[in-house]
Structure formats: structure tokens, C-alpha cells
């Protein structure tokens, strides 16, 4: 699904910067994904809003970002035929999320459901399933109670399995932080990131462009810093204080 999306944008990039290639690579899961980041690997990447400060932490720029940050939140979501009705209902129950990373589709429920009367340590068995279509599925399939993912994904994967509408709701929702970011390298040079933000952020101007950004529901690109994101690391300090209380993310977590 993700090179379906994704390369026509960059064949865009390709056909509009000479001398440099642009290819897309996906990870599996998102441990994959912050490894290589870790590492370095990637000149550009297109990460979730923590990671976004994890790329910022390991020498990366911000020069653009999603559009629609009021689309950037937690959503959890039940079978329709669930008696879970408040949040308390979920205790003794086990839920589903994509990563410790995720943070619209773990961190932010998770942090939801700990200021709304629920001991996510304790009262309920979290199992971190590696993507945001399979906590998804796990909740379709019956394998868990509730599983947490965020709307772009839930969109997506509903228009793409729309069976899953007839079996799922969305029970809660978060607030809202800043949209995903597109990073740099700092050793990239800087011309060609300005050539690939410019030609990014006048995607949604031509019709062929504005088809490349439909199946991520997504209206545009706009420009962004590093410091777009210092509502994220406020977050995370109370995400860590609120709902870890330690300084690691879930180290002891079941993640599959």
C-alpha cells in the first residue's frame, strides 16, 4: 500500500530534480523503521510526530509536514456488537496498539484511557501488534477487546477492507497534536531539500497531484521547523510521568 502511494510522488520528484534518485523504502513495522532512522539510513523520511523528534534527536530537519493537524489524534475502536460503553468497562480486557511508538495510534489512547479512570499497567494486558491495520484487525477478529490506531489509517484501511465498517465503530477520540513530518538529513544538501519542498508543498495545486495525496486523505503539504514540534515533546513528558512513569517506553511490553 505504501509504494502504491508513494511512488508516484516520487517519480514526481525524479522527473523535477536532476542528478539525485529518489526511491521509496518501507519497514515492516515500526521498530524496523526507528532502527534505521537510529542509524541514520534514510536522507529523507516521512515520520509520526514522535518520531519526528526522534529524527530531529538523531540529526535530522524539519522542512515540511501533513496538513490537517486537527486530523492527528488517537482514535479506539470496538466491534459494534461490544458491551464496552465507558472506559471502565475495558478492565480485565486486552487491547491492541501498533508500537510503543505509535503516537497517534498507541500513545495518545493510551494516554486518554490513564486520565480517564483506566490503570493501562494494570488493569489491562496491551499488546503492541507492529501496524496500525493489523491492531485493526486484531479488534475485528475478535482477539482483543479494543485496539488503538489514528483516522488517516483507519480511512485507509476501511476503504480498502470496507467490510471492517460493518463490524467496527470508533468508541473514543483523542486531542490533537501536530501532523506527521517530513524530515532531512543534515549532511543532504541544501538545495536539493529546498528543490523537495518546494515541489511538495505545490503538490495539491494540479490535478495529478492532488490524486497522489487522496489515498492518504490528505489536503497538502505545508512548511514546518523543528520546533513545530515542541508541542509533541511536551507531551511525551507528561505521556512519560502520566502513563509510564519511567524513563523508557514500555521496555517490558509483549510487542509482536
Request: net charge negative; charged share 25%.
Amino acid at each position: 500500500m505504501a509504494h502504491e502511494i508513494f511512488s508516484p510522488m516520487m517519480n514526481y520528484l525524479n522527473e523535477n530534480i536532476d542528478d539525485v534518485r529518489f526511491v521509496v523504502e518501507t519497514s515492516r513495522i515500526y521498530a524496523e523503521f526507528d532502527e534505521k532512522v537510529a542509524a541514520r539510513k534514510f536522507h529523507f523520511t516521512l515520520s509520526n510526530s514522535y518520531q519526528t523528534t526522534m529524527g530531529i534527536d538523531n540529526g535530522y530537519h524539519v522542512f515540511a509536514k501533513m496538513a490537517g493537524d486537527e486530523d492527528f489524534r488517537g482514535i479506539i475502536v470496538v466491534r459494534k456488537d461490544s458491551d464496552i460503553k465507558n472506559v471502565s468497562d475495558l478492565k480485565g480486557h486486552t487491547l491492541s496498539f501498533p508500537a510503543p511508538t505509535a503516537l497517534a495510534g498507541a500513545m495518545m489512547p493510551l494516554f486518554y484511557l490513564q486520565t480517564h479512570g483506566l490503570n493501562v499497567k494494570e488493569d489491562v494486558t496491551i499488546k503492541f501488534v507492529g501496524s496500525q491495520e493489523s491492531s485493526i484487525l486484531n479488534v475485528y477478529v475478535g482477539n482483543v477487546e479494543a485496539g488503538g490506531t489514528w483516522p488517516m489509517a483507519w480511512r485507509a484501511f476501511t476503504k480498502e477492507r470496507p467490510e471492517l465498517l460493518d463490524e467496527l465503530k470508533i468508541i473514543w477520540r483523542t486531542e490533537n497534536l501536530p501532523n506527521a513530518g517530513l524530515l532531512a538529513r543534515n549532511d543532504v544538501p541544501g538545495d536539493i531539500v529546498e528543490q523537495v519542498r518546494t515541489l511538495m508543498l505545490k503538490m495539491h495545486l494540479f490535478r495529478e497531484g492532488r490524486q497522489w495525496l487522496k489515498p492518504l486523505a490528505l489536503s497538502q503539504w505545508e512548511s514546518a521547523e523543528d520546533k513545530t514540534y515542541d508541542p509533541v515533546r511536551d507531551f511525551i513528558k507528561v505521556y512519560r510521568d502520566v502513563v509510564i512513569s519511567s524513563d523508557s517506553l514500555w521496555e517490558d511490553s509483549n510487542e509482536q
